[in-house]
C-alpha cells in the first residue's frame, strides 16, 4: 500500500487547501457553465492551469512546480480539488486531457506549439475521440483525415460527448487516415477554422465541461499538427493513447471519489457526532488506497490497462453510492435542501461514461482471462 | 391496494412520472411530507402548498418533466399508514417510469453496433436487461405484499433508484443528455426523497 511522501503531502495539503475556492464557486457555474468570466481568475483554477503545464512551459513568474510528473502526483491532486468542486476542474482553461494526449504522442515542437498557444490562461482545450455511432469503440471510428492535394489533411466527419468542445480553440482530434487500427491518428485543430462547428449539449451533471458535439468538413490540418510522425508507427495513433487513457481513467476515478468524500464530510459537517457514516468512511479509505495504488502502478506499468480500470470501475461505482447514502443520511428533502448534494448526485454519474463505460472496463479487467489458453 | 400498485405504475409507464405521481396523491387527501417539502404535479398543485423557487438545475429539470416542489407551511407530516401506502404507490409510478427508460435503452441498443455486432445481443448487455427487468417484477411484487411495511417499501426505493442507474448505465453519454428518459428516472428519485421517511432522520 502506497504512503504518500513529504513532497506529495505538501501536494495533498495544498490542493486540499485550493478547493474551497472551487466549492464557492460550484453551484454558480452548474447553473451557467458558458458563464465563466468570473471564474477564470480564480486563484485555484489558476494554480491547476499551470500546475498541470510541464514545468519548462510554465510562466516562470506563476506557480513554480507541476502535479503532472507521475500518474500518483495527478490522482493526489486530483481528488483533493474535486472534494472543492469536479464541475469546476472541467470548466477550467489549460491543457486538461488534450495536453495528457500531447505530452504522450507530440515531439518537442509540437508541444511548444501547443502549450504556446493555451499560455495566455484563457484558452480552452478539447479532446475529440468520441462519435455518436461508435461510442467507445474507437477502432471503428468514422471520421477522417483525407490528403489535402495543397498539402497536409482535410478533416472530415464528427465527435460528440467532447468536453469545452464549442469553446475550445486548440483541440485534439483523433481520426483515420486509412482503414487499419494502426491508421487512427491524433491531431492538434486550432478554432475556429474553416469547416468546424461546436455546439455545447444540454446535460445532466458535470455541467462545468460543457460537452458539446463537433463537425468537420474539411478542415485543413497542417501534416506538422499530426502528432506522433515521431514516433515508431505502432505507438503513434490509438496504441500509443493507450497510456494516455490509462492516465485519465486513474484521474477520472480520483475525481469520483473526491465527491464521495466530499459528500461524507458534508453528512458529517451536518450531522455532528453521528456515528452512521463509518461504514462509509471505511470504504472511502479503502478505495483511496486502491487508488493510489493503482496510480503508482500506473507509474510502473503504464501499458497495463487492467489497473486503471478496476480503479475507475470500483471509484465511479463507489462515488454513486456514497451520494445517494448522503442523500438518505440527512433525511427527507435532502437534495432540495442542499443544492451542492443534488449537483454531487448528478456529477458523479457523468464519470461513468467518461474514457470507458463500466462494460468496457470490465472487459478490459478480464481481458488476460478471456484470452488465456487453456492448459492441457 | 393492489389496483392501486397496477393503476399507478400503468399511468407513469404510458403517461409519465407527473401523471402517475397525480394518480397517487389523488389516492392521499390531504397528506404532507415527512420533511419541509414536497414533489408535486405542477399541473396539479394541492390547494394551499405554494411552490418553491426554482433555483438550481434539479429544480429546472424537475419543471421538463411537469414537477414542482412544493412547501405546505404547516408542520412536517407525520410518519404513518397513510404515508406508507402513498409511497408504496410512489414506488409503482416509480417502476413504471423504469420501464419507460428500460425501453428506451432496447431501443437505443438495437441500432447499435459494436465490432459489427449489435450491441444489444453483448452478454454483458443482455445480463443487465435481464437483471433489471427481474428486478422490477420483484419489486412490484414487494409493494403488492409488503406494501404496508414501511422498511420494504423504503427498500423498494432504494432498489429502484439502483435499477434505473443500471439501466442509464446501458446508453452512455447519450443517457446524459438532458431530455432523455434517465431524467425522468432522476426526478422521480427527487420525489421519492421528499416523500419518502428516513429512519433516525428528520
Redesign the interface.
Known amino acids: 500500500m502506497i504512503e504518500l511522501d513529504p513532497p506529495l503531502r505538501a501536494l495533498r495539503d495544498r490542493c486540499r487547501d485550493a478547493a474551497a475556492d472551487l466549492r464557492s464557486r460550484a ?1 454558480s457555474v ?2 451557467d457553465p458558458a458563464d465563466m468570466a468570473d471564474h477564470l481568475d480564480s486563484p485555484t483554477l489558476a494554480m491547476v492551469r499551470a500546475a498541470s503545464t510541464p514545468k519548462r512551459f510554465q510562466d516562470p513568474s506563476g506557480w513554480q512546480g507541476e502535479y503532472t510528473d507521475s500518474c500518483l502526483s495527478r490522482a493526489v491532486a486530483s481528488l483533493e480539488l474535486a472534494g472543492g468542486d469536479a464541475g469546476l476542474l472541467t470548466a477550467n482553461t489549460g491543457p486538461a486531457l488534450a495536453g495528457i494526449a500531447v505530452d504522450a504522442l507530440g515531439s518537442e515542437t509540437q508541444q511548444e506549439f501547443f502549450y504556446g498557444s493555451i499560455a495566455d490562461g484563457r484558452t480552452w482545450t478539447f479532446f475529440a475521440m ?1 462519435e ?2 461508435r ?3 474507437a477502432t ?1 471510428m468514422e471520421t477522417r483525415l483525407d490528403p489535402d492535394p495543397d498539402g497536409g489533411y482535410r478533416l472530415f466527419g464528427a465527435k ?2 467532447v468536453g469545452n468542445g464549442s469553446r475550445g480553440a486548440t483541440g485534439v482530434v483523433f481520426a483515420r487516415t486509412g482503414r487499419s487500427p494502426l491508421s487512427i491518428r491524433a491531431a492538434i485543430v486550432r478554432c475556429p477554422t474553416p469547416g468546424f462547428a461546436g455546439h455545447a ?5 458535470l ?1 462545468g465541461a460543457l ?1 458539446s458535439e463537433l463537425s468537420f468538413d474539411g478542415v485543413h490540418v497542417p501534416r506538422e499538427m499530426l502528432l506522433g510522425a515521431h514516433l515508431p508507427a505502432s505507438r503513434r495513433g490509438i496504441w500509443g493513447a493507450s497510456r494516455t487513457f490509462n492516465v485519465m481513467r486513474i484521474q477520472i476515478a480520483a475525481m469520483a471519489l473526491g465527491v464521495a468524500f466530499a459528500a461524507r464530510d458534508y453528512v458529517c459537517d451536518q450531522r455532528p457526532g453521528w456515528s ?1 457514516h463509518e461504514l462509509t468512511t471505511a470504504r472511502l479509505a479503502a478505495a483511496r488506497a486502491l487508488l493510489y495504488d493503482a496510480a503508482n502502478e500506473v507509474d510502473l506499468s503504464p501499458d497495463d490497462r487492467r489497473t486503471p480500470s478496476i480503479a475507475k470501475l470500483h471509484l465511479t461505482d463507489l462515488a ?1 453510492q456514497v451520494t ?1 447514502w448522503a ?11 442542499h ?1 451542492l448534494l ?2 454531487w448526485c ?1 456529477d458523479v ?2 464519470f ?2 467518461m474514457d470507458g ?3 468496457i472496463l ?2 478490459h479487467i478480464t481481458h488476460g482471462i478471456a484470452t488465456r489458453r487453456p492448459t492441457s | 391496494m393492489r389496483d392501486m400498485i397496477d393503476e399507478c405504475e400503468q399511468t407513469a409507464y404510458s403517461a409519465g412520472l407527473a401523471a402517475g405521481l397525480a394518480v397517487a396523491l389523488a389516492e392521499a387527501p390531504g397528506i404532507t411530507p415527512p420533511g419541509r417539502v414536497a414533489a408535486v404535479p405542477t399541473a396539479a398543485l394541492p390547494p394551499g402548498w405554494a411552490i418553491t423557487p426554482a433555483s438550481t438545475v434539479g429544480h429546472r429539470m424537475a419543471g421538463q418533466e411537469g414537477i414542482s416542489f412544493a412547501t405546505t407551511g404547516g408542520p412536517i407530516g407525520p410518519v404513518d399508514g397513510q404515508l406508507t401506502q402513498f409511497c408504496a404507490h410512489l414506488g409503482a409510478v416509480r417502476l413504471g417510469v423504469t420501464r419507460r427508460l428500460l425501453e428506451w435503452a432496447v431501443e437505443y441498443l438495437s441500432g447499435r453496433t459494436v465490432g459489427g455486432e449489435p450491441t444489444i445481443s453483448k452478454q454483458l448487455v443482455l445480463g443487465v436487461l435481464a437483471d433489471v427487468q427481474t428486478a422490477v417484477e420483484a419489486a412490484r411484487r414487494s409493494l403488492q405484499v409488503s406494501g404496508t411495511v414501511p422498511a420494504a417499501v423504503v427498500d423498494v426505493h432504494d432498489r429502484v433508484t439502483t435499477l434505473d442507474w443500471e439501466a442509464a448505465k446501458l446508453l452512455g453519454a447519450s443517457g446524459y443528455v438532458a431530455g432523455t428518459p434517465t431524467r425522468s428516472a432522476y426526478v422521480a428519485q427527487l420525489t421519492a426523497n421528499c416523500w419518502l421517511p428516513r429512519e433516525g432522520v428528520s
Do not use: C, H, Q, W
Open positions: 453551484l452548474d447553473a468520441t455518436d455511432a461510442g467507445s469503440d471503428a460528440r460527448y449539449l444540454e446535460m445532466t451533471g455541467r460537452i452512521g454513486v445517494g442523500a438518505n443520511a440527512l433525511g427527507p428533502g435532502s437534495l432540495l435542501l443544492p443534488e449537483k448528478r454519474r457523468a461513468e461514461f463505460t463500466s462494460n470490465r472487459l
